[in-house]
Structure formats: C-alpha cells, structure tokens
C-alpha cells in the first residue's frame, strides 16, 4: 500500500508549479527549448495552415518541452540512488536523452513538413 496523501487539487497544482519554477532555475537546456517554443508560437496563429496542421505543431512544439521535464526527472532519480558511476545509471540516461532527442527530432520534422506545404 503506497503512503500517499488524499488528492487536493490546489496542492498538486502547487506542486507542479514548483516543478516548472526547478526546471527553469536548474535546466539550461528546458530554458533554451522554452525560448525556442516562445519564439515560435506566434508562428503557429498567423501561418495559413489547417488547425489540424496548426494543433500538431503546437504538440510537438510543447512535446519537445515535457520530453525534456521527463529526462531531468529520471536524471534526478539516478542521481539520488547513486553518484557513482554504473553503467546501468548511464543508461538510464542516455535514454532519457534519446526522448529528448527523438521529440526534438519529430518537432523539427513536422514544421518542417507543414510549413513547406504552406508556402
């Protein structure tokens, strides 16, 4: 039986904010991707695309941001079980990269794809 506290909406908010407050203080990479999906957005609303078209690039435009929340989770986790090197620990981040990169991979290809069909 897992020792969890009883759901409050307002306190898991609380949480997930301060999550994001972490990742923005802590995360080179997650404050380079929040630009680029700043940076990007607009393009999003004033592109003559379809809104299908439009609603996937915004996924994969904010995928590429929870990919990278998830890689720093799991490189946290790592890190709390052991400092040492373990090629088990090494893994498990390196995968956690590869989410990163393969979304950022999905991201580049899909604008690329929908904005050259707009053109």
């Known amino acids: 039986m897992r020792n969890q506290p009883k759901y ?3 306190k898991n908010t609380s949480y ?4 994001l407050q972490d990742l923005l203080r802590s995360e080179t990479s997650f404050k380079i991707e929040l630009f680029v999906a700043i ?3 607009p393009v999003i609303f004033f592109l003559d695309a379809s ?3 439009k609603l996937l690039m ?3 435009l ?3 941001l929870i990919a990278e929340a998830i890689n720093s989770a799991i490189e946290r ?3 709390l079980v052991t400092l040492e090197h373990h090629p088990l620990a090494g893994r498990a981040k390196d995968i956690g990269s590869s989410v990163v990169f393969l979304s950022i991979s999905v991201f580049v290809i899909t604008w690329i794809f929908i904005i050259w069909e707009s053109l």
Do not use: E
């Not at 997930?16 to 999550?19: N, Q, R, Y």
């Open 77 to 79: 986790v790592v890190d």
């Open 16 to 19: 997930a904010i301060k999550g």
């Open 62 to 64: 904010f995928g590429m």
């Open 8 to 10: 409050n909406f307002f």
């Open 58 to 60: 915004f996924i994969t």
């Open 39 to 41: 940076a990007l957005l």
């Open 51 to 53: 809104i299908t078209n």
